[in-house]
C-alpha cells in the first residue's frame, strides 16, 4: 500500500477527504490481515447502511406496505449489489488483507467486498455522521433504487400463488414430496403442489426442497393464470 493510503483513493473514487484516517485504514483492512480490522465498523455500516436506504424507498414508495419495502431493501442491500458496487469502485484493490487471503483471491470474494462496503459506510458516518454517509449511499445506491423490478416480481412464487388463492377465498396449496434421487451432496427433489380448490396438480424439480416447491408452485400459478382458474382437474 502506498503511504497516501486510503487516503488517495477516498479522495480519487469517492470525493471525500477523511477527517480521521484511522477509521478508514480499519474499514478497509480485512480481519486476516491481523488487529485493527473492519468487522466493528461493518457491524454499524450494516445498520447505518439499512438506515438509509429504508429511508429512501419510505419516500419514494408512499403507499407500498412494510412487507413489501422489506423485500425492496433485500434487493439493494443483499450481498450481491453490494459487492458489485465495491467492485465498481475498485474497492478490492485497496483492501488490506492477509497473505493467505489474497493468494486465495480474496479481494475478489463477494462476501468480503460487501462487508468492507458496509465498514466504509460505518468509517464515513463516525468521520462526518449521518448526513455524509446518507449523500453517499444515496450518490452509490440510487440507480439500483431506480430501476428496482415492480413489486409482484420481488415475491417468490410460493407467495404469490398464496396470495392469489386468498384473494379468491379458496384453501391455501399443499406440497410433498413425490421423490429425492442422488448422492447426499447432489440430490434432486420432485415435489407436487396441490391446490384442492381447483383440482390443480403441479410438479417441479430442484437441487433443495424449497427450490423444488417454487418451481411447483410457479407452474401451478402459470396454470391458473392461463386457463382462468376453472375447476377440473388440471396437473401440469
Not at 493468494?103 to 468521520?127: H, N, P, T, Y
Request: contains cysteine; negative net charge; hydrophobic residues 40%.
Amino acid at each position: 500500500m502506498s503511504e497516501d493510503w486510503p487516503a488517495a483513493w477516498l479522495r480519487d473514487r469517492l470525493a471525500y477527504e477523511a477527517g480521521e484516517a484511522s477509521l478508514f485504514a480499519a474499514a478497509l483492512t480485512h480481519r486476516s490481515a491481523g488487529s485493527g480490522h473492519n468487522e466493528r465498523l461493518e457491524f454499524l455500516g450494516d445498520a447505518v447502511l439499512n438506515l438509509v436506504v429504508a429511508e429512501l424507498l419510505y419516500r419514494r414508495h408512499p403507499k407500498v406496505s412494510e412487507g413489501d419495502l422489506s423485500r425492496l431493501r433485500a434487493r439493494v442491500v443483499s450481498a450481491e449489489p453490494l459487492a458489485e458496487v465495491s467492485a465498481a469502485l475498485g474497492l478490492g484493490d485497496v483492501l488490506r488483507m492477509g497473505s493467505g487471503e489474497l493468494k486465495s483471491g480474496g479481494f475478489r470474494r463477494k462476501s468480503i467486498l460487501a462487508d468492507a462496503l458496509e465498514a466504509l459506510f460505518g468509517a464515513v458516518f463516525l468521520d462526518r455522521g449521518l448526513d455524509a454517509v446518507h449523500a453517499l449511499i444515496e450518490k452509490l445506491f440510487a440507480a439500483r433504487i431506480e430501476a428496482l423490478p415492480p413489486l409482484d416480481e420481488l415475491k417468490d412464487a410460493k407467495t404469490r400463488l398464496q396470495e392469489h388463492l386468498q384473494s379468491r377465498g379458496l384453501p391455501l396449496p399443499r406440497y410433498s414430496v413425490d421423490r429425492i434421487e442422488g448422492e447426499p451432496h447432489a440430490q434432486t427433489f420432485r415435489v407436487t403442489c396441490t391446490v384442492k380448490g381447483l383440482g390443480l396438480r403441479a410438479q417441479g424439480d430442484g437441487s433443495s426442497r424449497r427450490r423444488a416447491e417454487q418451481v411447483a408452485a410457479e407452474r401451478a400459478l402459470e396454470a391458473i393464470l392461463e386457463q382462468g382458474a376453472s375447476p377440473g382437474g388440471q396437473e401440469t
